[in-house]
Every structure is written in structure tokens, then in C-alpha cells.
């Protein structure tokens, strides 16, 4: 079971870094949905971390990591403007996929989100 977690309420420019458990042998996924809105690809990385992909939203902005001695992905937020406000959540899937990273039917194991919130 995937594990979600490190969210919470700041202010625009500030930082945030989450977490997603259990992940270690799987390529994963971040997404997010703010209301009202479609869920969006974030960021993802390979099983092995030799390779990551961003939304063009965030690049330069966030970066994706793992640790599999720890079993768990990270997502490094930085000047987090308001737009980023949503409920983000990590998926996992195969190594190997025909699938795009970018979509969300690469990933066929979903944690719970958690909740990020950006103020102006």
C-alpha cells in the first residue's frame, strides 16, 4: 500500500517535500487534482531513479527522488505558487510499461492524497 504524506497550508514561494511509502519497487508517479479540475500529471520517476519526468508546470520548480533503502519517493516543491494548490497523490506501476510515465494508466496502485495549499 502506497503512503502519501508531507502536505500542508504555506505561503507562495515557500517549500514543501513529500512522501510516498512503500514504493521501492515500482516506478511511481505524482498527480494532482485541485477542485473543480481534472487530475494532472506531476512528476515521475523509474523504478531504478535513472530517469524522471515533469509536467512542464513544475519543471524547474519540483524534483522527484527516491530512496529504495527507505522505500519511499520524495517530491521537493519549491516557490510553490498558488495554482499548485491540490490534493497530490503518488501511484505506482511495473518496471516496464508500455505506458507513458505521463499517464495515469501506467500506475495501477493509487495511495491517498494529501492535501497542499498555497496562499497568495
Known amino acids: 500500500q502506497l503512503q502519501a504524506s508531507g502536505g500542508g497550508l504555506v505561503q507562495a514561494g515557500a517549500s514543501l517535500r513529500l512522501s510516498c511509502t512503500d514504493s521501492?519497487?515500482?516506478?511511481v508517479g505524482w498527480f494532482r487534482q485541485a477542485p473543480g479540475k481534472e487530475r494532472e500529471f506531476v512528476a515521475a520517476?523509474?523504478?531504478?531513479?535513472?530517469?524522471?519526468y515533469y509536467a512542464d508546470s513544475v519543471k524547474g520548480r519540483f524534483t522527484i527522488s527516491r530512496d529504495n533503502a527507505k522505500n519511499t519517493v520524495y517530491l521537493q516543491m519549491n516557490n510553490l505558487k498558488p495554482e499548485d494548490t491540490a490534493v497530490y497523490y503518488c501511484a505506482a506501476g511495473p518496471k516496464n510499461s508500455g505506458e507513458s510515465y505521463y499517464t495515469g494508466s501506467r500506475y495501477n496502485v493509487w495511495g491517498q492524497g494529501t492535501q497542499v495549499t498555497v496562499s497568495s
Open positions: 520517476i523509474r523504478w531504478d531513479g535513472r530517469g524522471t
Open positions: 521501492d519497487r515500482y516506478s
